[in-house]
């Protein structure tokens, strides 16, 4: 199986920051990553898939990119409802689809 | 508008069993694979099992292989997970997910709100 690990576990900033987060694959998954968003209480919101592409209605402040075993999801201006874990998701080896153990990121 | 809403959570008990429900609307249903994907508390999340969009084909975790069925029935838009020989590591919230695009993507666009399951003497 393709194992995810994401850096770092938590991330404090403050509103208008830019903040980047990272997933490694533990092998190549090509551009096959996506990127989701978790509040408290929600259901996972799909963020970027492909990497890179960003999913309808999602706001341009986020973006993805990597490739390979290398991968960072940056938010250019940290809003307040931006506050949420993330995850990281492989799609390119499957069974078994495999996330990360994802990034928290809190309010300084 | 796509909408997934699933049913039949509850407390068992170890050994136990139980049926999930995930009834979708608003897409073709027939037309897209569907994940179960689990959250357990405090913690992060693990994918379940997947079935294509004809229900010809199933896919399972290795932690839940010979214990958990999915299956579908498109008549009903509906995607099910009978849970069999529950164990108290198999407590959860249980989310059922769309792929993204028609076939399989492994792409989850879509998530219900999900259901707890909590497995306890």
């Known amino acids: 199986d393709i194992q995810m690990t994401q850096s770092p576990s938590s991330l404090s900033a403050s509103v208008g920051d830019r903040v980047t987060m990272t997933c490694r694959a533990s092998r190549s998954i090509s551009k096959y990553l996506n990127w989701y968003q978790q509040k408290p209480g929600e259901a996972p919101k799909l963020l970027i898939y492909g990497a890179s592409t960003l999913q309808s209605g999602v706001p341009s402040r986020f973006s993805g990119s990597g490739s390979e075993t290398h991968f960072t999801l940056s938010i250019s201006s940290l809003q307040p409802e931006d506050f949420a874990t993330y995850y990281c998701?492989?799609?390119?080896?499957?069974?078994?689809?495999?996330f990360g153990q994802g990034t928290k990121l809190e309010i300084k | 508008e796509v909408q997934l809403l699933e049913s039949g959570g509850g407390l068992v008990q170890p050994g136990g069993s139980l049926r999930l429900s995930c009834a979708a609307s608003?897409?073709?249903?027939?037309?897209?694979?569907m994940s179960w994907v689990r959250q357990a508390p405090e913690t992060g999340l693990e994918w379940v099992s997947g079935i294509s969009g004809s229900g010809s084909s199933t896919y399972y975790a290795d932690s839940v292989k010979g214990r958990f069925t999915i299956s579908r029935d498109n008549s009903r838009n509906t995607v099910y997970l009978q849970m069999n020989s529950l164990r108290a590591e198999d407590a959860a919230v249980y989310y059922c997910?769309?792929?993204?695009?028609?076939?399989?993507?492994?792409?989850?666009?879509?998530w219900g709100q999900g259901i707890l399951v909590t497995v306890s003497s």
């Open positions: 997910a769309k792929d993204q695009v028609a076939g399989t993507s492994d792409t989850f666009d879509f």
């Open positions: 608003g897409f073709t249903f027939s037309t897209y694979a």
């Open positions: 998701q492989q799609g390119f080896t499957t069974p078994p689809v495999t």
